[in-house]
């Protein structure tokens, strides 16, 4: 029951929010691993946003929506992990 739960209060995304989240979950895959997730690199924002036709305004809130949601990610991650090393 929790799952379904779950998903019932999970927010949905309009047809506009979609979009950039899912250039988001996209870009995500374009990271450098090595000792740790890089960040996502310019270069690939930049021809995500020339392969979908973006305006120069699109282009600069993508870069702008893309670099704040990826700090934001990272940080998480790097909490969740000091967490699980303080418990080991």
Known sequence: ????????TE???????????????????????????????????LAFARYYGLSEFETDFLITFIRSLDVWVREQQAKNQARKSKTK
């Open 1 to 8: 029951m929790p799952a379904i739960r779950i998903l019932d």
């Open 11 to 45: 927010p949905k995304l309009g047809p506009d929010t979609e979009f950039w989240f899912n250039a988001f979950k996209t870009l995500e895959t374009e990271r450098a691993v090595g000792f740790g997730d890089g960040p996502i690199p310019f270069t690939a924002i």
